[in-house]
């Protein structure tokens, strides 16, 4: 019995596109790590900037473009809320972390 050529490419394809995103995910604690040096290596420095680094930036492979778009689109739909005051406060402080960017 053999195996045709698309079902071998689409099984590859979603193989390698798993191990990229295990790789990322064991990676997070690695580029945390490593913006939190950035910015204390730039405050001892003497800068008066912050540094303008996101996480992703240390990651080794790009994350999906899909996700990343509907977490913008989420972030986006929960900051017009809480400019319109439909979210209780308590609310907005436990989502902060999600909310800011960086």
Known sequence: MRTP???????????????E????YYSISTAKLAQVVLQTANAMG??????????TDFLPFSLD??????DDETRQILSKMIKS??????????????????
């Open 65 to 70: 473009a899909k996700a990343k778009q509907d």
């Open 21 to 24: 995103q295990r790789a990322n």
């Open 85 to 102: 005051r439909r979210i209780p406060t308590h609310v907005i402080a436990a989502l902060s972390p999600y909310i800011t960017p960086g």
């Open 5 to 19: 050529l698309r079902k071998l490419a689409r099984m590859l394809t979603a193989w390698k596109e798993e191990q």
């Open 46 to 55: 003497g800068s008066k900037e912050p540094v303008k680094t996101k996480v």
